[in-house]
């Protein structure tokens, strides 16, 4: 019986690695990506299904359980059905099947079975494990779950170089049988050094065992919901000295609005703007109080209100993104393709014996930002109330 169960768990294993390796294999098209995780989730659903039954017969006939506390901890979610099999509300990993019956935040036994290094011996959580973190707090963060995904620069290291192509010659009018004039591009590079941010919180050994809620999940999103808010805040109005991080309200190009907030034939300017110099909006970003007054907008004085998702109108039509890191009563109309930011894997660490005199488990999670860069000041506008 024992030797059946360690068989088992070590097929799930294998399956495990071999979902995290369809998920980062970029030989594959999407739906063949997608076709070969569905398969793999099949065949991983079935052999937890037989381990469930076999951890049970063995309970039954009163076999010694398993001496490894993580391996204890995936028996027990594996018996508890559906509960066990519960995920938190979008928080399930891009890749990380593998890991689907932990907690946001690992306990100790998890988290010393998850232990890697990196070359400077640093112990982090692997890449397809951290990745739940960063889509968590992409999900979170108003300014980067809007830019495209290509455009979240991974980085290694205490720097981030981004290449910028800064001169680039026209094509020419060349007759038939002419030579060809070849033209020129002039690339340069910015360099970005890396910024932490850092959340930690602790908990009582009591509350983590004794707590009717998920005490690790609730401490996890709250510490996530805190990096997104401060990462926010940045993103928007850092002005690269005080805030080290250059936000891209002083990268873009701002107009004063002629009415006390800005409104929709504010955004169709901007847009045009936008168009101008060879962009194409995406995102509207609005502090709250420009939000209602969009929201509340009408054709006229008695006409009725403006619905912001008609689709004549691209200014009405554009996703409009409320958080209260953007200045009151500014509204920011962007290109999102045309804005880049260096993100490094989060890191999750976790210590019971940081504050061992007063018995509580320490949780942290660090994330490492290397600027923002706006690739032409024209393709943020930047829609600022009148002055008074």
Same mark, same amino acid.
Request: net charge negative.
């Given at each position: $019986?024992?030797?059946?169960?360690?068989?088992?768990?070590?097929?799930?294993?294998?399956?495990?690695?071999?979902?995290?390796?369809?998920?980062?294999?970029?030989?594959?098209?999407?739906?063949?990506?997608?076709?070969?995780?569905?398969?793999?989730? /099949?065949?991983?659903?079935?052999?937890?299904?037989?381990?469930?039954?076999?951890?049970?017969?063995?309970?039954?006939?009163?076999?010694?359980?398993?001496?490894?506390?993580?391996?204890?901890?995936?028996?027990?979610?594996?018996?508890?059905?559906?509960?066990?099999?519960?995920?938190?509300?979008?928080?399930?990993?891009?890749?990380?099947?593998?890991?689907?019956?932990?907690?946001?935040?690992?306990?100790?036994?998890?988290?010393?079975?998850?232990?890697?290094?990196?070359?400077?011996?640093?112990?982090?959580?692997?890449?397809?494990?951290?990745?739940?973190?960063?889509?968590?707090?992409?999900?979170?963060?108003?300014?980067?779950?809007?830019?495209?995904?290509?455009?979240?620069?991974?980085? $290694?290291?205490?720097?981030?170089?981004?290449?910028?192509?800064?001169?680039?010659?026209?094509?020419?009018?060349?007759?038939?049988?002419?030579?060809?004039? /070849?033209?020129?591009?002039?690339?340069?590079?910015?360099?970005?050094?890396?910024?932490?941010?850092?959340?930690?919180?602790?908990?009582?050994?009591?509350?983590?065992?004794?707590?009717?809620?998920?005490?690790?999940?609730?401490?996890?999103?709250?510490?996530?919901?805190?990096?997104?808010?401060?990462?926010?805040?940045?993103?928007?109005?850092?002005?690269?000295?005080?805030?080290?991080?250059?936000?891209?309200?002083?990268?873009?190009?701002?107009?004063?609005?002629?009415?006390?907030?800005?409104?929709?034939?504010?955004?169709?300017?901007?847009?045009?703007?936008?168009?101008?110099?060879?962009?194409?909006?995406?995102?509207?970003?609005?502090?709250?109080?420009?939000?209602?007054?969009?929201?509340?907008?009408?054709?006229?004085?008695?006409?009725?209100?403006?619905?912001?998702?008609?689709?004549?109108?691209?200014?009405?039509?554009?996703?409009?993104?409320?958080?209260?890191?953007?200045?009151?009563?500014?509204?920011?109309?962007?290109?999102?393709?045309?804005?880049?930011?260096?993100?490094?894997?989060?890191?999750?660490?976790?210590?019971?014996?940081?504050?061992?005199?007063?018995?509580?488990?320490?949780?942290?999670?660090?994330?490492?930002?290397?600027?923002?860069?706006?690739?032409?000041?024209?393709?943020?506008?930047?829609?600022?109330?009148?002055?008074?």
């Amino acid at each position: $019986m024992a030797n059946a169960i360690t068989e088992i768990r070590a097929q799930i294993n294998r399956v495990d690695n071999r979902l995290s390796e369809t998920v980062t294999d970029g030989g594959l098209r999407t739906d063949e990506r997608q076709a070969a995780l569905a398969v793999l989730r /099949e065949q991983k659903r079935d052999l937890e299904a037989r381990l469930a039954e076999l951890v049970d017969e063995a309970e039954q006939r009163g076999d010694e359980p398993s001496t490894d506390p993580a391996t204890e901890l995936r028996d027990a979610f594996l018996r508890a059905g559906a509960l066990g099999r519960a995920r938190i509300p979008g928080g399930a990993p891009s890749g990380g099947d593998g890991e689907s019956w932990r907690a946001l935040l690992p306990n100790g036994a998890e988290y010393r079975a998850l232990l890697e290094s990196d070359d400077s011996g640093d112990a982090l959580v692997p890449a397809p494990v951290a990745a739940q973190y960063v889509d968590l707090l992409r999900n979170k963060t108003v300014f980067l779950e809007s830019i495209p995904a290509s455009n979240l620069v991974p980085f $290694m290291g205490k720097s981030w170089t981004m290449p910028v192509l800064s001169d680039s010659d026209d094509a020419a009018l060349t007759a038939e049988g002419a030579e060809i004039t /070849e033209g020129s591009d002039t690339f340069t590079e910015l360099e970005f050094t890396s910024k932490k941010y850092a959340s930690i919180r602790k908990a009582s050994n009591e509350i983590v065992s004794d707590s009717a809620i998920p005490v690790r999940d609730a401490l996890g999103n709250t510490m996530l919901r805190n990096l997104a808010a401060q990462i926010d805040r940045d993103a928007f109005n850092g002005d690269g000295s005080a805030v080290p991080v250059k936000g891209i309200i002083s990268q873009g190009t701002s107009t004063a609005s002629a009415s006390t907030l800005p409104t929709h034939d504010d955004i169709a300017d901007a847009i045009v703007r936008l168009w101008a110099a060879n962009a194409n909006p995406t995102v509207v970003w609005c502090a709250p109080d420009s939000a209602g007054a969009l929201i509340k907008e009408r054709e006229g004085t008695e006409g009725a209100r403006l619905d912001p998702n008609m689709p004549n109108a691209l200014a009405l039509s554009l996703p409009i993104k409320v958080s209260s890191s953007v200045p009151a009563g500014n509204v920011v109309v962007a290109d999102a393709t045309r804005i880049f930011a260096g993100l490094d894997n989060a890191r999750v660490a976790v210590s019971e014996h940081a504050a061992f005199t007063s018995d509580s488990v320490v949780y942290r999670i660090t994330q490492r930002v290397a600027g923002i860069y706006v690739v032409e000041a024209t393709s943020v506008q930047v829609l600022t109330p009148a002055a008074s």
